[in-house]
């Protein structure tokens, strides 16, 4: 990813090669396959369970409550076992994943788009623009991220699009951040200050040779929230400021099954365990690409 | 020095009012409270009066002014459930999450301090690699779904702590280690690398070359300096730690602000959230600036930035 101009004429084989390579750090250490591994666990689960005949994460049936794991009743097995109302946990589990990270790559999006936004303008306008973005982000860092949440959730009412929406506007501060730092210094090269004297708008200034330069490291922080914020939203669901019955969520789940901890732990366990796979599979991927990116930057002559 | 003072100061203060201006809006957001209160056959009469009793029938600038005015006399009004002023029962909380999260932050440091010295003089680079794996397990856990292991391990299973509450020493320790481990992948990677960049230095040269053993000088002569990064990056993460408190209190049913706020949030009681939110908000603030200030006393270059 070069931090030169924008390379549209960039060969097509030049996303294979970072993919490529990629693939290649995964295959190069343990820690990457790990994640890799647990990764595609967690994306089995979500894709291929609601497919399977007996997905069902909804029906009571107090008949075969608190079922253990792989206990057969009636004919049916529970491969994950049941909570209390009988309802099963494999299709609830799976459900779960679906809603999370559904609101976590949504928030990231959200986060993404208002952060690099504010950050470029501010960036490349500084003075009063940028006093402003600067200070609302200090504000905001000034209040621990959970509390915010809690405060404006609970006065906003919780369901999946408060959510989602209240988890990308109060993480858009890193994104912002970034983007400022790399406008401010982009601003000042000669591609940029050549278009100005050219006569360009700020806007296109800022669509053309900002945007395109600090997309690539935007992505990569991303990837590092999507982590972040999943665990946010468990947080919240099993505070019960989240995701509401009857949609099933990790978080909810826990918080149920916290009840039941001395009869049946797996009711709690489970989802838990499936937050940790997904939350460390995105963890360590992410931080190879961020050292990834952070080579790239190092080394210009690559891929440009 | 003083300049210094004045303008983190003035930083701090301007947080607190940019907090509470936000806190202010989002209420007024949140829509009529006179209609959360009274019950649902109330007459419109009933409604008018209550409004006028809360000055909710006043402009908004007024509102606004009014709210700064009672909130510099310390009301935060009263709450809508339980008929005192919110601040009271926030405060009432107030020690039980301060007591949690100074042990976990206490604890957190000695912790990180014992096991980066452990990393460091250990022989062994298999242990080295498998407490950082550890520390990175733990800290890809979320801090509800650890408290629910330990609860599992040393409540359910072994039955050697308790899981609920708050009362005797043995209460605190499942919330405290809780909290504490949290930050602990990132406090050995930064103690571990300050240490690092102490060996290279001359002054190590020449500790070794007067022919002392590794020990004592890592422990005598490396050990002070690489701690100020460690201490520094603690006191930041202080107030993430305050975060993380709040959800630690609800799994544990610690009597702190933290659930307060859960609680009050579930009971719509909103002034009581919002009380717990600026005090919590408060806390915060008081904690970096403390934590600024004293950085500045230990190292003069900070002034001048």
Redesign the interface.
Known sequence: MSIATADKTAPATHRFAWLRSGLHIIGQSYSMMFAAALLAAVLLLIVLVPLLPGYDPYTQNLAVSLAAPFENIDGRTYILGTDTLGRDLLSRAALAGRVSLLIGLSAVIISLVVGVFLGLVAGFFRGFVESVVM?LA??QL???????L???????GPSVVNLTVLLGLTSWVVYGRVARAMALSLREREFVLSAVTQGASATWNIRKHLLPNVLPQMLIVGSFEL?QII?FE??LS????GIQPPLPSW?MM?SEG?QY??ID?WI??LP?IA??ML??GV?ILSQAFTSEGQFDLASPQKGT | MLRFLARRLTQSVLTVFGVLTAAFFLVRLAGDPSVLLLPVEATDKDIALLRSELGLDQSLPVQYGKFLLNVLQGDLGLSLRQRVPALDLVLERLPATLELALTAFVLGLVLAFVVGLVMRLTPSPRLRAAIMWLAFIRQAIPVFFFGLLMILLFSVTLGWLPSLGRGTIYHLILPAVTLATYELALYLRLFNSALGEQQGQDYVRTAYAKGQTRTRIILRHMLPNALLPLVTIAGINLGMLLGSAVVTETVFSWPGVGRLIVQSVSQRDYPVVIAGVLMMSLVFVLINLTVDLLYAVLDPRVRLS
Do not use: M, N
């Not at chain 1, 000034?142 to 915010?148: D, G, H, K, Q, T």
């Not at chain 1, 809690?150 to 906003?156: L, S």
């Open positions: 200070g200090d504000l000034s209040i621990p991220r959970v509390l915010l809690i405060a404006v959730a609970a006065i906003v982590g665990v468990a947080s099993y505070l019960g400021l978080g826990i916290q901890l001395e732990p709690a366990l838990g937050i940790f939350v460390t963890q």
